[in-house]
């Protein structure tokens, strides 16, 4: 809609809109899927009247990228036959990160500051930039560390779960939980990992007391080594696990616990 687009709304992704209105001939945005980006991307995409390409974990061409379909249980190869912008989300944990210094990428795109003067109070009325809270944790990020423990309803309760924080501060590493654990009120739902929680790829991902339901696998699946704990040998966690033990996970944790070095 022509008139909408001249008239941006004051909102990030009306911004974007502007910004592609008055500067043109980008040929690609993308942002991450985090739930800011999920939130922003489509939105634009959709006033620009083009199609996003959403979750794309691999880059095969310009216009050829890989996604997964059915919760991560397919990847599907998307050719974009759309007008320019090329819009994307991508899941940045399924890249690597990329050298910082301009010398060793010299073909490197540039990177620009982008003057939003032209936002006035006026246009911004719809939506303020008010504060950013976050929990206080030495913790590393869940969405981007390099190790990840996570707990299931096997750990029963609140209490118990701090046998999986301390593990995790132990290896200094992030918590993850599933999403029957969040329900049951063990641990926050920032820290569910699945479908409709977190999607991580860590160096290490360890699951205790997890069966390995297909809406969790969609989170973690894509872990660089996975491990998995738990007493049941037929539990599906084993059929992705690289290392799997089938034991008592109030034994194994303990063990664990009392085995590994302090983290340096
Ligand atoms: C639309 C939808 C979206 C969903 N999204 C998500 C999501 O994003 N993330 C998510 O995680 N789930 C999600 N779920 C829920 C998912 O289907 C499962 O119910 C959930 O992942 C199960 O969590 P769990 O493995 O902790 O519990 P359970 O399936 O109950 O498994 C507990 C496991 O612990 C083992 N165990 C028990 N006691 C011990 C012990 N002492 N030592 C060792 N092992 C033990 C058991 O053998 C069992 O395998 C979603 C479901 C739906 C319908």
Same mark, same amino acid.
């Given at each position: 809609d022509s008139d909408k687009l001249a008239h941006p709304l004051a909102e990030p992704w009306a911004e974007l809109v502007h910004l592609v209105q008055q500067k043109?001939? #980008?040929?690609h945005i993308i942002t991450s899927s985090s739930s800011f980006g999920k939130n922003i991307l489509p939105r634009a995409a959709a006033l620009l009247n083009v199609s996003p390409v959403t979750d794309? *974990?691999?880059? &095969?061409?310009p216009r050829l990228f890989i996604r997964p379909i059915y919760a991560g249980n397919a990847l599907c190869t998307v050719r974009y036959t759309g007008l320019d912008p090329c819009m994307l989300t991508i899941r940045s944990t399924s890249f690597p990160v990329p050298p910082v210094s301009s010398e060793s990428r010299p073909n490197a795109a540039p990177i620009s500051q982008v003057d939003l +003067?032209?936002? &006035?109070e006026d246009n911004l009325s719809?939506?303020? #930039?008010v504060k950013h809270t976050s929990q206080?944790?030495?913790?590393?990020?869940l969405g981007s560390a390099r190790v990840v423990i996570s707990g299931g309803?096997?750990?029963? &309760?609140a209490e118990n779960f701090k046998l999986i924080e301390k593990l995790a501060e132990k290896l200094g590493a992030a918590v993850g939980a599933t999403r029957a654990a969040v329900d049951a009120g063990f *641990?926050?739902?920032?820290l569910q990992v699945g479908q409709t929680g977190k999607i991580v790829a860590p160096e290490l991902y360890m699951a205790f007391g997890? +069966?390995?339901a297909i809406q969790h696998l969609a989170g973690?699946?894509? &872990?660089k080594v996975i491990v998995a704990v738990n007493?049941?040998?037929?539990?599906?966690?084993f059929q992705v696990a690289d290392y799997g033990l089938v034991g008592d996970l109030f034994e194994l944790i303990p063990e664990l616990l009392e085995k590994l070095p302090e983290q340096k």
């Open positions: 043109g001939s #980008y040929s794309v *974990v691999e880059i &095969s061409g +003067s032209t936002f &006035s719809k939506s303020r #930039y206080e944790t030495e913790r590393p990020d309803r096997a750990l029963k &309760s *641990v926050p739902n920032e997890i +069966s390995g973690m699946r894509d &872990s007493k049941d040998a037929d539990a599906p966690i």
